[in-house]
Antibody, heavy 129, light 108 residues
Framework: QLHLQESRPGLVKPGDSLSLICTVT??????????WGWIRQPPGRGLEWIGS???????LYNPSLNSRATISVDTSQNQFALNLLPVTAADTAMYFC?????????????????????WGQGTLVTVSS | EIVMTQSPATLSVSPGERATLSCRAS??????LAWYQQKPGQAPRLLIY???TRATGIPVRFSGSGSGTEFTLTISSLQSEDLAVYYC??????????FGQGTKLEIK
């Protein structure tokens, strides 16, 4: 069974970089035609998609992040990562890693969008001095 | 960006009764809509994709319907464990994927 687990960075200072790693077990990132993504949820609020990456490194991002987010993949470690720079208090949130069911159609090669399943348990990141 | 609007913000339903949650898109998303359940202190869980297809392991009391701009999640006979916030998400026009603001389901 596929399982995703986020790293726990905890407290980050304003202006610094937020770095998170998602470790995938129960299946290989490189063996999947799907994407892998990050979603965040500020305390008491709704969900915001940050971006997603394929096993080959193709990325898609939410424009609302104003190019502050970078997602990378390490298939040898079966991990993918999020880097957000610079952070402000508004980036305080629970961060979830997910499998994004986006994939390339096997016949046409066209990228098809998808939904999110499964989700990691989430890790709380607080931005404060 | 497609804006997803959920109603009501809070819904209070008695055990055994039907709960109906709504999600509206600012423009057509065809049937490219998913529903998630987030219980207190937990990560969201996929309930429905393709507007009406139940995810693996989801009880039959959960059903989704709709297409275009109007969607509904129905819980046919509410159980106490269904206490949660429910989110809809469109994946028709992206990036970005967008979510509704959520409906909090309370048990009377």
């Amino acid at each position: 069974q596929l399982h995703l687990q986020e790293s726990r960075p905890g407290l980050v200072k304003p202006g610094d970089s937020l770095s998170l790693i998602c470790t995938v077990t129960g299946g290989a990132i490189s063996g999947s035609n799907y994407y892998w993504g990050w979603i965040r949820q500020p305390p008491g609020r709704g969900l915001e998609w940050i971006g997603s990456i394929s096993y080959s490194g193709s990325t898609l991002y939410n424009p609302s992040l104003n190019s502050r987010a970078t997602i990378s993949v390490d298939t040898s470690q079966n991990q993918f990562a999020l880097n957000l720079l610079p952070v402000t208090a508004a980036d305080t949130a629970m961060y979830f890693c997910v499998r994004d069911l986006a994939h390339h159609d096997v016949l046409t090669g066209q990228l098809q969008s998808g939904w999110f399943d499964p989700w990691g348990q989430g890790t709380l990141v607080t931005v404060s001095s | 960006e497609i804006v997803m609007t959920q109603s009501p913000a809070t819904l209070s339903v008695s055990p055994g009764e039907r709960a109906t949650l709504s999600c509206r898109a600012s423009q057509s998303v065809s049937s490219n809509l998913a529903w998630y359940q987030q219980k207190p202190g937990q990560a969201p869980r996929l309930l429905i994709y393709g507007a009406s297809t139940r995810a693996t392991g989801i009880p039959v009391r959960f059903s989704g319907s709709g297409s275009g701009t109007e969607f509904t999640l129905t819980i046919s006979s509410l159980q106490s464990e269904d206490l949660a916030v429910y989110y809809c998400q469109q994946y028709n026009i992206w990036p970005p994927y967008t979510f509704g603001q959520g409906t909090k389901l309370e048990i009377k």
